[in-house]
């Protein structure tokens, strides 16, 4: 071996000296330090993450899920549990519902909020005493499987720090103290009340079949068709003022729980004042019924008003707010359709316009979920239509409400009297795919009312309405036809 060959292996047993070094130096500084350092952030974790076997794993990283929480503040404790993918419920003291918002922000805090600080050394019994963990103000304990291990986690909040807002607490019984942000409390200290669901009138108003009420002055029952249309059944078939079922149901949907006094046993039911309740009122839905009965103990117990509600999920009894009342117990008078012609916009795909002495005028789209560009002029000629024009005319229609009635059951003469005959009344019939939807006819103008005239809708009666904007409806072909471009000032 000559001389450079001996220096080039001399060289190349200090890299490789010099390598090894490096990956001695890296394997027991950087990765150590690497390892306490993810140890450490683990371990400011609220609920830790990391798993057993090597603590310094990535814990943000870890899939967690939660299985059961036992929630204790001013004196109650709650349960909590839940199966994998299903929904949370109470279970104790009482099996409810819960409110989603309150727990998701409770499992959020656990999964991801962090110890501020952590004092040092262990507590001493007089210390404990004075951050307020001797006794706290709240604990949790939480069970959840964190990848594929199940973990047991017990807090404890004590005091607040006047200084910074902050409170103290400790980890499944530890003397050591750790300080965590004043949320941190606001999100885990729930009563049973805070976590039980609240909107226990919430429902999916478009699954709602049939709504029936009644009560000591009022008794009607409302239907929706399938053209989505509600119509009173009881105490007269006619159609009802979807606009005011609409706010009705959204009233009853916002009352909320104020209160969960007792459980709904009989004899509290009885005192309560629900053996003859001021209003009973049913949902109907595919999946069954929803029955809210509303009671107040006696005349003279102020605003006291219970809610009861029975489903598929068995009975809860809550104190409600007095509007509760308000928003149950409408007059069926105020449900009846004052429009002319009600009808679904959406589901209009044809449009006949007969003016005596003109040919009639068709305009038509092939489907309810066609665009509005796809609406066409049919007869007496053919040619795209105006868009906006037929989707003004729409809006025109539905929004005609009827005013006074001038005569309830009119012959073929008292029709002929007031211009509203075939021979006289302008006529606009509208239709879906499976029927017709609507039809509307408008006669003369009243005698010194300008603006106003005689027409007959869906109730068949004469009646009084606002027709100043009628004139702007396209009564002719060249009203609604999309005229090219060369033609567009033609007379």
Same mark, same amino acid.
């Given at each position: ?78 349960? +909590? *549990? !839940?199966?994998?993918?299903?929904? %949370? $419920?109470? &279970?104790? /003291?009482?099996?409810?519902?819960? @409110? ?121 029952? +409302? *239907? !929706?068709?399938?053209?989505?249309? %509600? $119509?009173? &059944?009881? /105490?007269?078939?006619?159609?009802? @003022? ?250």
């Amino acid at each position: 071996m000559n001389q450079m060959q001996k220096t080039l292996a001399t060289l190349v047993g200090l890299l490789v000296l010099a390598g090894g070094v490096g990956l001695y130096a890296w394997k027991s500084v950087y990765e150590t330090d690497e390892k306490a350092a993810r140890k450490k952030a683990d371990e400011e974790r609220l609920f830790l993450t990391g798993t057993s076997g090597d603590r310094a794993k990535d814990a943000g990283a870890a899939t967690v899920e939660f299985r059961r929480l036992v929630v204790t503040t001013k004196g109650e404790t709650t349960v +909590l *549990e !839940r199966e994998p993918g299903a929904a %949370w $419920r109470i &279970t104790s /003291p009482v099996k409810a519902k819960v @409110d989603a918002l309150v727990i998701d922000g409770l499992v959020s805090q656990l999964q991801s909020a962090r110890f501020k600080t952590t004092l040092e050394g262990e507590a001493t019994d007089a210390e404990l005493g004075t951050y307020g963990l001797d006794a706290p103000a709240f604990s949790v304990e939480a069970e959840a499987e964190v990848e594929g291990e199940l973990r047991k986690t017990k807090l404890e909040g004590g005091i607040e720090n006047p200084f910074d807002g902050t409170i103290y607490m400790r980890r499944d019984g530890s003397r050591q103290v750790h300080m965590a942000e004043g949320g941190v409390r606001w999100s885990l200290a729930k009563t049973t009340f805070d976590l039980r669901e609240k909107d226990i009138l919430a429902f999916d108003e478009t699954k709602l079949r049939r709504f029936a009420l009644k009560s000591r002055i009022n008794d009607w029952e +409302l *239907e !929706r068709g399938d053209d989505k249309l %509600w $119509r009173l &059944t009881r /105490p007269e078939a006619t159609l009802a @003022d979807t606009v005011t079922v609409t706010a009705v149901l959204g009233g009853i949907r916002g009352e909320r729980a104020t209160g969960f006094p007792f459980e709904p046993t009989e004899e509290r039911l009885a005192a309560l004042g629900f053996g003859h309740p001021l209003a009973t009122a049913v949902f109907t839905f595919d999946t069954g019924d929803v029955k809210v009965k509303l009671a107040t103990p006696s005349p003279d117990a102020g605003d006291a008003l219970y809610a009861l509600k029975e489903d598929a999920d068995g009975r809860v009894l809550a104190q409600v707010n007095p509007s509760a009342r308000v928003a149950f117990d409408r007059n069926a008078i105020e449900l009846r359709d004052r429009s002319l012609i009600p009808f679904s916009k959406q589901l209009v795909t044809k449009i006949v316009i007969q003016v005596p002495g003109s040919p009639e005028l068709t305009v038509e789209r092939d489907s309810p979920d066609a665009s509005l560009e796809a609406w066409r002029v049919t007869s007496p000629r053919s040619g795209p239509a105006k868009a906006y024009k037929v989707a003004t005319m729409l809006w025109t229609l539905s929004a005609i409400k009827a005013g006074s009635v001038v005569v309830e059951k009119p012959d073929g003469k008292v029709l002929e009297t007031y211009s509203l005959d075939s021979k006289q009344g302008r006529v606009i019939r509208l239709f879906g795919q499976a029927s017709e939807l609507a039809t509307l006819t408008l006669g003369k103008e009243l005698v010194g009312k300008p603006g106003s005239s005689y027409a007959v809708g869906a109730r068949k009666a004469i009646v009084e309405i606002d027709s100043s904007r009628f004139n702007e409806l396209p009564w002719t072909p060249e009203d609604v036809l999309e005229l090219p471009a060369q033609d567009a000032g033609t007379p």
